[in-house]
């Protein structure tokens, strides 16, 4: 196949995406831990502002800076003014007013009365802590204090200036950390919509891979594809609803997915091998099914170039199928590089990184190579092994993928490349 036949992957990518739009769903989920890692689904913005009034930020005694005059806002040089105290505000408790000249104890977190401007810490005060009334050295209903600062706004937390109402706190497509989660809650939000999980069928094809974690045949191999893309589909917001193996047979295989989806009324279906120009191409030789719709496009990408896309088709439905190539590394990518956007997931971080290399490499000129790395502390990337699809270890290793973009035939050390971070490698 030359190159003129093989399709971009961002071509592949929006067709995989266009494949799985009619089956993606949202939901409306209450706000709590469980949310964490899910994506958003629509724009959310803030009910109120946050903080909803001005509160303070310290312990100690809340004033107006206009009674501090003889001090002036650089604070009080050494001397001493003493206010008399009015009743002490909680956190929770209504804002009121503050009588001129006064000073009144406040609690972090407690609403800075009308009338008011500045905290002073306690540890400002004569005494350096709250007292019972009458005791210590100050006279009954009244605090001395001698402050670093009696400017206007001291310790004050001013309402809003965390986040105003109607400001956009989360975009679709973002990811709900813990931290986004205690915003949305902060802003009054209760619910969110998110993507709903699409629930999968992983099989991986072919007479060579041992089933069920069995030890494999004597030329055979262990199913690498089947953990490994149930937890990629996984991370990537996916419900693996079933994961199995498959003989090089196609009836057995379009048997065992009708079955299985039927079971347990799949969203997709996601396939390793089978899809080469091989003699046993399992799923090539599914896709005369009269229940099949099946294209095998070459994608211009190194590894993960054979691809298989299209439809299962029910008396009732037509279930989106994602045929990945069988050697894992090729497997891999082709889930994080297409089922990922496919799905929604939030893109991964993209740097343009320089290379450590010892010696230059070569990579395919008419193919976007994707090259396993790690990240190093001085923020360059050293390759992890070799180019070849077989190298799982490599990508276990590794924590990103560097891309060599189509029409670059070498790469030397130096060479600054757009890298995608990915989870893994030591940390």
């Known amino acids: 196949m030359t190159a003129s036949e093989r399709i971009p992957l961002a071509d592949h990518v929006v067709d995989a995406s266009a494949l799985l739009a009619p089956v993606r769903r949202r939901e409306a989920v209450r706000l709590d831990g469980a949310l964490t890692g899910r994506v958003a689904a629509v724009e959310v913005r803030a009910r109120v502002d946050v903080p909803g009034h001005d509160n303070s ?18 604070g009080s040089d050494g001397v001493a003014m003493t206010f008399p105290l009015g009743s002490t505000i909680a956190a929770g408790d209504p804002p009121d007013e503050l009588s001129a000249g006064t000073a009144r104890p406040i609690m972090t977190g407690a609403p800075i009365p009308h009338g008011a401007d500045v905290v002073i810490p306690v540890e400002e005060s004569a005494a350096g802590r709250f007292e019972a009334e009458g005791t210590g050295e100050e006279s009954p209903g009244t605090v001395t204090l001698t402050p670093r600062s009696a400017e206007a706004g001291r310790f004050v937390r001013r309402r809003g200036s965390d986040t105003h109402r109607g400001d ?10 813990p931290a986004r989660l205690a915003h949305l809650a902060a802003c009054g939000v209760a619910d969110v919509e998110v993507e709903d999980r699409l629930r999968v069928i992983v ?13 494999p045949p004597a030329g055979g191999v262990f199913d690498a594809n089947g953990p490994g893309l149930a937890a990629a589909l996984t991370e990537a917001g996916a419900q693996v609803v079933h994961r199995g193996t498959v003989p090089d047979d196609a009836g057995a295989l379009a048997a065992q997915l009708r079955e299985q989806v039927l079971t347990h009324d799949a969203d997709l279906i996601v396939t390793s091998g089978g899809v080469s120009a091989g003699a046993f191409e399992v799923v090539r030789h599914a896709a005369s099914d009269d229940g099949v719709t099946m294209a095998f496009p070459t994608v211009a990408m190194q590894p993960g170039g054979p691809q298989g896309i299209g ?36 893109p991964r971080t993209r740097l343009r990184l320089p290379l450590r290399l010892e010696t230059p490499e070569s990579s395919p000129s008419a193919l976007e190579q994707y090259r ?12 992890v092994g070799g180019a ?36 893994g490698g030591d940390r």
């Open 311 to 346: 439809t299962l088709d029910l008396p009732e439905r037509r279930v989106p199928w994602l045929a990945f190539p069988g050697n894992p590394v090729s497997a891999l990518l082709s889930c994080e590089l297409i089922a990922r956007p496919a799905l929604g997931s939030p």
């Open 372 to 383: 396993r790395a790690r990240v190093l502390p001085s923020g360059a990337v050293r390759l």
């Open 203 to 215: 099989l991986s094809t072919g007479s060579e891979v041992a089933a069920g974690g069995a030890e």
């Open 168 to 177: 956009t706190i989360l975009r679709a497509g973002q990811v709900l950390t």
């Open 57 to 74: 930020q310290m312990d100690g005694y809340v004033l107006a800076s206009a009674d501090t005059s003889s001090w002036g806002a650089g």
């Open 388 to 423: 070849s699809s077989h190298l799982i270890g490599g990508l276990a290793a590794a924590d990103a993928l560097v891309i060599v973009p189509v029409g670059i035939d070498t790469i030397d050390d130096g060479d600054a490349l757009d890298t995608l971070l990915i989870p």
